[in-house]
């Protein structure tokens, strides 16, 4: 039998009436919620875009991390959602999405290798913290899934534990475009 924490294990304790007073529920800007208006898919999804907008549109807000938010933290966390994304130091999925802390569930590894701890991760967020929203956050000019592709191009060895999980997934796309060499 699981032991549960005191809280019945349920995303942590609710958010301090001062915290959540503190936390506005859209920008000023115009630019979408800075929470979803609540925890369906439907609206996280929203959110996570509005976020990714403000990202992109220079207008950040950098909600939830004042010393209230922090404070509210301690007590347990309550994720809307887990975001599998590349360890990738340029893509941090709280910037790129303007969320907050305790606001996602971020689960980083280099160039996505979906093994059994990211995968554990990803089951813990769901079942455990209940996020209703699990999102796969790409990028462009992945430096592992590169070294990865270099290396099936070369036809060298995959020697390198990275390399070794991500080369059956750069070989099979290599076939699919085998209409670039380059690849």
Do not use: K, M, W
């Not at 942590?12 to 007073?21: C, L, Q, T």
């Not at 995968?119 to 430096?143: N, R, T």
């Amino acid at each position: 039998q699981r032991r549960r924490p005191p809280d019945g294990g349920r995303r942590g304790a609710p958010v301090s009436a001062p915290a959540a007073a503190a936390r506005p529920t859209r920008g000023d800007d115009g630019a979408g919620p800075l929470e979803p208006r609540d925890r369906s898919p439907a609206a996280v999804l929203e959110a996570l875009r509005a976020g990714n907008a403000r990202y992109v549109g220079d207008r950040p807000r950098h909600p939830h991390q004042g010393a209230r938010d922090r404070e509210a933290l301690v007590a347990g966390q309550r994720p809307i959602a887990a975001v599998v994304g590349c360890s990738d130091a340029r893509v941090p999925p709280n910037v790129v999405l303007d969320q907050g802390l305790g606001d996602l569930f971020a689960i980083r590894v280099a160039g996505h290798v979906l093994g059994d701890d990211v995968l554990a991760s990803v089951h813990y967020a769901v079942e455990e913290l209940e996020v209703p929203v699990v999102l796969v956050l790409g990028h462009e000019g992945c430096g592992a899934v590169g070294l990865a592709l270099d290396a099936v191009r070369d036809g060298r060895a995959d020697d390198a534990p990275l390399v070794r999980q991500i080369a059956p997934s750069a070989r099979a796309a290599r076939s699919l475009c085998a209409v670039d060499p380059d690849l």
